[in-house]
């Protein structure tokens, strides 16, 4: 009995992976397949697995991702939630053959407005992922005023938290490049800017 219950509960409420808008070779070398099966195939489909046991029962079943990032307390809930959000966000930011090396229209103008220039805006947000210390993320946020923010958030937190919508985000846990860059996290993110889709991340503005 407690089992078949099991099995209805975790059929209602159940969060779900993001399907990958390319095949998982399909950014090596810069993101291998290799990486992929365990950060996509491996990483997130354990976060996606947690959060869906983990909500249920509690005032968070039936909450969508971002409801629950954004009010949850610090626990076990919000750190998987978190994960769920920044790497759905992560893994759709990405193509293999950019259309454009850098943003157009109203994400260009933002970024031309609160940074000066492109260039600045990449040193800014390198900056910021290269020096986070230990694990988590560089965002580009848009605060509540409309403005353009580079974020630091530890471990699997989100600027979704602080009232910001997430635009861009580089992840610099071990598990997004060590198996292709070991200890060279600069590099990585040196060559993520070659892959961002710019259309996906102007239509998160
Ligand atoms: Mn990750």
Redesign the pocket.
């Known amino acids: 009995m407690n089992v078949l219950l099991t099995t209805i509960t975790s059929l209602i409420m159940t969060y779900s992976m993001p399907t990958l808008p390319y095949a998982k070779d399909a950014l090596a070398p810069i993101i291998s397949q290799e990486t992929i099966d365990f950060?996509y195939g491996k990483?997130l489909q354990t976060y996606v697995n947690n959060l869906s046991a983990l909500v249920s029962g509690t005032p968070f079943e039936g909450k969508t991702v971002e409801e629950i990032v954004a009010v949850a307390p610090d626990g076990a809930i919000f750190n998987n939630a978190g994960?769920v959000l920044n790497?759905t966000l992560y893994f759709l930011q990405f193509t293999p053959q950019p259309e454009q090396n850098q943003p157009t229209g109203k994400l260009a103008e933002a970024i031309q407005r609160d940074f000066g220039n492109f260039e600045n805006f990449k040193d800014e947000m390198t900056q910021a992922a290269t020096s986070l210390f230990g694990s988590g993320w560089a965002w580009l946020a848009m605060n509540k005023d409309g403005k353009l923010v580079i974020v630091k958030e530890p471990n699997g937190s989100n600027p979704i938290r602080q009232g910001m919508k997430p635009l861009l985000g580089f992840?610099v846990?071990e598990?997004?490049y060590y198996l292709d860059y070991q200890n060279r996290r600069t590099d990585h993110l040196a060559n993520l800017w070659k892959i961002i889709d710019w259309k996906v991340v102007e239509n998160r503005m």
């Open positions: 950060h990483h994960q790497h992840d846990w598990h997004a």
